[in-house]
């Protein structure tokens, strides 16, 4: 069965510093992985996705993943964090060429310091 | 064009009452998800349709829940009698399957159950 592990419920980065989060998945089969973002009181919007074609994937916003299969991770980076980068973060995983449900980890909150 | 659109946005009600929440999905989208969102569980996926027909609806938590879609523009999630548990953010999710599992989600249904 798939599943992803977010390690660390709460990332805290000052402005302009590296943002990293991390992932880690499970999959019996070449996985589909995805990131979220969801603002306060909205909806989770689209990061970015990987599909088995590159495996450093850009995204909107200035993030990027990289998928690494002998660390079965796809940990979140951007440069420089933004104020506006402070939100909840989901990691996403789905098998069977995307044709599955995603399954998602349970959340990193990343928190700008000004 | 249109994203997800659901409600109502906020509900609040009294346990034993009945709750029913709407969905509208993308136009041209043929894959339907109920999600639940809280702080303890994260998001939990209930129930999925393809082309209307629910597929898997192991997450749905007790008999009190119950999902239907009469068409491909449409779906309804009802609570019936609801609980204070049942208190989380509920989100529908569209996606054209097959097109790598991305989803599209709407903003969300806050239930509040007294």
């Known amino acids: 069965a798939q599943s992803v592990t977010q390690l660390g419920s709460h990332v805290s980065v000052s402005e302009g510093a590296l943002v990293l989060l991390r992932c880690n998945y499970s999959s019996s089969v070449p996985p589909y992985l995805f990131w979220y973002v969801q603002y306060p009181n909205q909806g989770l919007q689209l990061l970015l996705k990987y599909t088995s074609a590159a495996t450093l994937v850009k995204g909107i916003n200035g993030f990027e993943a990289e998928f690494k299969k002998s660390e079965t991770s796809f940990h979140l980076t951007k440069p420089s964090a933004h104020m506006s980068d402070a939100a909840e973060y989901f990691c996403a995983v789905s098998e069977n060429s995307g044709n599955t449900p995603l399954v998602f980890g349970k959340g990193t909150r990343l928190s700008v310091i000004a | 064009d249109a994203g997800v659109i659901q409600s109502p946005r906020h509900e609040v009600t009294e346990m034993g009452q009945e709750v029913t929440l709407r969905c509208k999905p993308i136009?041209?989208?043929?894959?339907l998800f109920w999600y639940r969102q809280t702080m303890m569980r994260g998001l939990e996926l209930l129930i999925y349709f393809n082309n209307n027909v629910p597929i898997d609806d192991s997450g749905m938590p007790e008999d009190r829940f119950s999902a239907k879609m009469p068409n491909a523009s449409f779906s309804t999630l009802k609570i019936q009698p609801s609980e204070p548990r049942d208190s989380a953010v509920y989100f529908c999710?569209?996606?054209?399957?097959?097109?790598?599992?991305?989803?599209?989600f709407g903003e969300g249904s806050r239930l509040t159950v007294l």
């Open positions: 136009s041209g989208h043929n894959s």
């Open positions: 999710a569209s996606s054209t399957r097959g097109r790598g599992g991305e989803l599209f």
